[in-house]
Each structure stands twice: as C-alpha cells, then as structure tokens.
C-alpha cells in the first residue's frame, strides 16, 4: 500500500504565504509526476500545480509567479510554497503521485489539508 500525507496548511492573511509537504510512504519502485489540485466549496477540483520525476514544471494561470512546486526524490516528497496568497485561494489541497510498483503504475491521493487565507 501507498500513502500520501499532507502538511503545511493554516490560516494565513491575505499576502502571507505557506509551505504546503506530501510525502509519500510504502511499497514505491518509483514515482513519475507528483501534483497539487484544489478544491474550493461548491467547485470542482482543479490542478494548481505539477511537477515530472525530472523537475518540469506546470502551474496553473491563476497561480502562476506566486507558487513553487519542487520535489525531493530521494524523500519521496513533493512541496508546494506559496506566496503573496490571495483569499480565493481559500480550498482544500490534494496532492497526487503517480507511483510505479511491481510494474504497474497507479494514481495515489493525499487527504488533503485545508489553506484559508482572510481578507
């Protein structure tokens, strides 16, 4: 079995900024691309972030110039740091990893941690 464990999340002024971790733990032969989604109340989940087993990256428009998404392969660890947060921010965060394992590949989700961030 895989899990993914979140940390980070809180309550933040508008403009503050926070360090969002996953790690993930198991059986893991590898992990492929890692992400962070979203979801707001009453919206769908969106993609905020990625991130490849090489380092490429992809971010959301909305996001884009605020928020780093890294990883640390050997920690099976992806992070998310955002800055100058905004209150539509404000939404549960999920990361995913695609993780290979007796030669198979699957997705795995995290149980999300809440960022809320006032006005």
């Known amino acids: 079995q895989v899990q993914l464990v979140e940390s980070g999340g809180g309550l933040v002024q508008a403009g503050g900024s926070l360090r969002l971790s996953c790690a993930a733990s198991?059986?893991?032969?590898?992990?492929?691309?890692m992400g962070w989604y979203r979801q707001a109340p009453g919206k769908q989940r969106e993609l905020v972030a990625a991130?490849?087993?090489?380092?490429?990256?992809g971010y959301a428009d909305s996001v884009k110039g605020r928020f780093t998404i890294s990883r640390d392969n050997a920690k099976n660890t992806v992070y998310l740091q955002m800055d100058n947060l905004k209150p539509e921010a404000t939404a549960v965060y999920y990361c995913?990893?695609?993780?290979?394992?007796?030669?198979?590949?699957?997705?795995?989700w995290g149980q999300g941690t809440q960022v809320t961030v006032s006005s």
């Open positions: 991130i490849t087993s090489g380092g490429s990256t």
């Open positions: 995913n990893a695609e993780v290979r394992q007796s030669g198979i590949s699957f997705l795995s």
């Open positions: 198991g059986s893991i032969f590898s992990i492929n691309g």
